[in-house]
């Protein structure tokens, strides 16, 4: 995740979300291939136009080299299954495209977004049944690396489910304010300190203004 230093992910009317360098953009694409999969939520891929893929020649021949095959599987997490399957993600057809739901998702919705996809699961009545999910994607399509890049509910739920094992986070020399800007970790969050997720830092380097920070997640 990339966020300002004052914590946000995009503005509070959300109309900018890009404001990363070139250098971060490039950190995302080297991180992407090292993943089996890439994973976002439903507002990332819907209000950017964005295909969760790999990027340029380079990072495929990264990818390659990492032991992975050329195309990472692409997954987008929603609860009610509120995906646009008119979303630039479905214009590229490189990998398969695998949506998470729950059972909030109506009939109708079902019928469009497998009309798109290649695989939609419903894990859980009202929330993402994460364990379950990762599970059968390890399973199934022999996921063992995930990269999730947001939204800030996303992450929270992740976070809450006991399922993240690292943070990349880069620091950006901007600030948006807003009580209503999103942050990395939104949601419904931790609630009690004993609750919130305890972090090791493993390395931090600074390229011009920004900062680059990788944290290992501390399990319970």
Known sequence: MAMTADGKIATAN?????????????HLLQLR??????????????????TLGPGPAKYRRLRL?????EFNLRIIVSRSG?????????????????ILT???ATAS???ELRAVATEVRIYGAKEINFPRALRWLREKWGIKRLLC????????????????????????????G????????????????????????????????????VYHVLRK
């Not at 994973?39 to 819907?46: C, E, P």
């Not at 080299?65 to 095959?69: Q, V």
């Not at 399957?85 to 695998?98: D, G, H, L």
């Open 14 to 26: 959300r109309a900018v979300s890009s404001f990363g360098s070139r250098r971060d953009q490039a």
């Open 33 to 50: 291939a090292t993943a089996d999969a890439v994973m976002a939520g439903a507002r990332t891929t819907d209000s950017n136009p964005i």
């Open 65 to 69: 080299r990492h032991g992975l095959a």
């Open 82 to 98: 509120t995906v646009n399957p008119k979303a630039e993600v479905f214009q590229r057809r490189f990998s398969p495209i695998i």
């Open 102 to 104: 729950t059972r909030r």
């Open 109 to 111: 919705r079902l019928r």
């Open 149 to 176: 890049e947001g939204g800030g509910e996303l992450n929270d739920a992740l976070f809450r489910a006991g399922v993240v094992d690292q943070l990349h986070l880069t620091v950006c020399p901007k600030v948006f």
């Open 178 to 213: 807003g009580r209503t800007a999103p942050t990395i970790a939104d949601g419904l969050g931790a609630g009690r300190l004993a609750r919130a997720a305890h972090l090791a830092l493993v390395s931090a380097r600074r390229h011009d203004d920004e900062m680059f920070f």
